[in-house]
């Protein structure tokens, strides 16, 4: 049927290929589970209430679809991380809304307003002396308000490359100390963070009900070069500011409404 004004071509067009793989119902479930931490396939499995058979084909979908990672534990070498690119996802979501029309491509998100964020998060990692030293110092430098801390299951000194690549992004680490995580027992924190696969099966509990999320990253000091290091801190910075993000929005439902 023809109506006044219809284009004369009525060609379908296919819908953007993330709209089919986020759109199934599994693999939202396992999106936003993701979106809150790197799981194990066991966890996701026990999150989503489905087979591991099932869940396994879906994250087989979703990293044809790059829009998931996967990860050796370095704690246990038969599991494995899953690890969710929210950089990537934030992309195709602009993608797919403008396919739909121009006026809902979706705008950046406003930079995170770093002086109202408050908050205690501790980052948790073996050595306490590369990964977890470099996620403190990067929370600290962008957050006055968050109170930061870092500290390692076996500490043992700052590695050099830390410090050496913590200087090109303006943070000074020549001071730190490596910390026992033992130090904080008892402490209330708002996020644990732990980004180490070994140190996360020894992670304590802590009062207050604090977000335990998990970031599988390698160490960079088992590569040890400047590299390595570099690429550990681009990671970070990365989760980092989706972080905030998540802090500030927690802030705000704090907020008791007039």
Not at 33 to 60: C, I, K, M, N, T
Not at 161 to 189: C, I, T, Y
Not at 224 to 237: I, K, M, Q, Y
């Amino acid at each position: 049927m023809y109506f006044p004004g219809m284009p004369t071509d009525r060609r379908v067009s296919s819908p953007p290929p993330f709209l089919g793989l986020a759109g199934e119902a599994l693999r939202w479930g396992l999106l936003r589970e993701l979106a809150r931490s790197d799981r194990r396939v066991g966890e996701l499995v026990a999150a989503v209430g489905q087979p591991q058979s099932l869940v396994s084909y879906h994250l087989r979908k979703l990293r044809t679809g790059e829009v998931v990672t996967a990860r050796r534990s370095s704690a246990d070498g038969r599991d494995t991380y899953y690890s969710l690119d929210l950089s990537r996802c934030a992309a195709l979501l602009t993608e797919t809304a403008s396919a739909l029309h121009p006026g809902l491509r979706l705008s950046p998100a406003p930079e995170t307003t770093v002086d109202t964020v408050t908050g205690r998060v501790l980052f948790l990692c073996t050595g306490n002396s590369a990964r977890s030293q470099m996620a403190e110092a990067l929370l600290a430098a962008r957050a006055n308000r968050i109170e930061v801390f870092s500290a390692g299951s076996h500490p043992k000194p700052v590695h050099p490359n830390a410090v050496a690549v913590m200087q090109d992004h303006g943070v000074d680490l020549s001071g730190h100390r490596s910390k026992h995580l033992s130090e904080f027992a008892g402490q209330r924190f708002d996020y644990v963070i732990s980004l180490c696969d070994r140190v996360r099966e020894v992670c304590p509990e802590f009062p207050g009900g604090a977000e335990l999320v998990h970031w599988s990253m390698p160490d960079p000091s088992a590569e040890g070069t400047g590299s390595a290091f570099r690429r550990t801190a681009e990671e970070l910075t990365i989760r980092i500011g989706y972080l905030l993000r998540t802090m500030a929005h927690d802030n705000e439902r704090e907020v008791p409404e007039p």
